[in-house]
Each structure stands twice: as C-alpha cells, then as structure tokens.
C-alpha cells in the first residue's frame, strides 16, 4: 500500500480481505445499466446508447477486479463452508456478469 493510499484510507492497511469494497461498484453499474439500456431499446433514445455502454464497461471491469479480489479472498481471511457455498454461488455469477460485454450490441462477439 502506499503512503498516499495509507494517509487517504488509514483503516485499510489493517483489513485482512478486501473483496467487501469493491463488490459494489458493479453491482450499482449494472443496475444502472439495464433500465438505461431498456429506455434505450424500448423508447428509441440514442441518445442514451453511449451511456448505457459506459455503465456496462465500467461494471464489467469492476466486476473482473470484484472477482480478483474475491479468488484471492479465502487465503486471507478463512470462513465457514456454509459462506464458502454462498461465495461459490456469487463467483460464479461476477463471472458470468463479466461476459455481458462480449454479448452487447457494441461488444466484439
């Protein structure tokens, strides 16, 4: 960590695992992203078609560094089978989540 992080957030020095912060972030993106993609879609707002794709991009690389840290979490901070089943579940959809972009309109698939 560095001493800018350190002076700027001094209590996450002393965090064992933190996969709880960033998970929020695509998780508020894509919510934002599916009512804007549907105005888009159902009422013609082209308008709104850039944004849509920057809240779907932005989600989805959020989503693949959620994922990193949450792969990374359980040699840091061990937990309980019974949670371990519930972070088996949430991988797999911050996994399947990243995807979107390959399979939205603008996306290269």
């Not at 994922?67 to 019974?82: D, Q």
């Not at 089943?85 to 979107?100: F, I, N, V, Y």
Request: hydrophobic fraction near 45%; charge should be positive; glycine fraction near 10%.
């Amino acid at each position: 960590m560095t001493g800018l992080t350190r002076a700027l957030l001094p209590g996450l020095g002393g965090m064992a695992n933190i996969h709880p912060l960033p998970v929020h972030f695509p998780i508020a993106l894509y919510s934002a992203f599916f009512p804007t993609e549907l105005i888009v879609v159902v009422f013609k707002k082209k308008e709104l078609r850039d944004a849509a794709e920057w809240l779907l991009y932005l989600g989805t690389l959020g989503a693949i560094g959620t994922v990193a840290t949450g792969l990374r979490a359980p040699a840091r901070s061990p937990m309980p089978a019974m949670s371990m089943q519930s972070c088996r579940a949430t991988e797999t959809w911050g996994l399947s989540c990243s995807h979107l972009v390959r399979y939205s309109p603008g996306g290269e698939a």
